[in-house]
T-cell receptor, first 111, second 106 residues
Framework: KAGVTQTPRYLIKTRGQQVTLSCSPISGHRSVSWYQQTPGQGLQFLFEYFSETQRNKGNFPGRFSGRQFSNSRSEMNVSTLELGDSALYLC??????????FGPGTRLTVL | GENVEQHPSTLSVQEGDSAVIKCTYSDSASNYFPWYKQELGKRPQLIIDIRSNVGEKKDQRIAVTLNKTAKHFSLHITETQPEDSAVYFCAAPWVFGAGTILRVKS
């Protein structure tokens, strides 16, 4: 099976802009979770989508949102970017929400 | 909400020695505890996991133990090898520990 893919792999934006990241899960997986990874804060959970519904949510401001499509592909959107949003954004897919397999990540730099 | 603490933050061992990383969690309702290995510049990889109805699980040189009463779980790596050098994360299950940098010296 093909692994989890994320696009784009690298992104440079300026403060105030918005960004959309995409994640394609492993075929057959219905759960997609998103994480933010930074050197200072480690791996932090953003949200999980299962069958197009947000099932769990981390402690991030409303500027961070997501959605999942009927083919299980997921997108994450960050509006009004701040310098502190610079991070590696990882998505992970799983069949039922456990045994997560991570994608390569999208490296977002906010200038 | 759930809180996961992981110790130690760094661990250096000699090749062939054992390494133990410990995590504690706060939410007694948590029932799934995975461990991930992340090599430099790579994605986290699930290496082993345990569910709350099991006390111990082994996979070759790697084992995980769970103590639900004390709310802690541990990763044990035996006969460490240089390729075991990486950052290891515990989780419960979406809240991650801060990570442990494991260095295996040859």
């Amino acid at each position: 099976k093909a692994g989890v893919t994320q696009t784009p792999r690298y992104l440079i934006k300026t403060r105030g802009q918005q960004v959309t990241l995409s994640c394609s899960p492993i075929s057959g997986h219905r759960s997609v979770s998103w994480y933010q990874q930074t050197p200072g804060q480690g791996l932090q959970f953003l949200f999980e989508y299962f069958s197009e519904t947000q099932r769990n949510k981390g402690n991030f401001p409303g500027r961070f949102s997501g959605r999942q499509f009927s083919n299980s592909r997921s997108e994450m959107n960050v509006s009004t970017l701040e310098l502190g949003d610079s991070a590696l954004y990882l998505c992970a897919s799983s069949h039922q929400g456990v045994e997560q397999y991570f994608g390569p990540g999208t490296r977002l730099t906010v200038l | 909400g759930e809180n996961v603490e992981q110790h130690p933050s760094t661990l250096s061992v000699q090749e062939g020695d054992s390494a133990v990383i410990k995590c504690t969690y706060s939410d007694s309702a948590s029932n799934y505890f995975p461990w991930y290995k992340q090599e430099l510049g790579k994605r986290p990889q699930l290496i082993i996991d345990i569910r709350s109805n099991v006390g111990e699980k082994k996979d070759q040189r790697i084992a995980v133990t769970l103590n639900k009463t004390a709310k802690h779980f541990s990763l044990h790596i035996t006969e460490t090898q240089p390729e075991d050098s990486a950052v290891y994360f515990c989780a419960a299950p979406w809240v991650f520990g801060a990570g442990t940098i494991l260095r295996v010296k040859s």
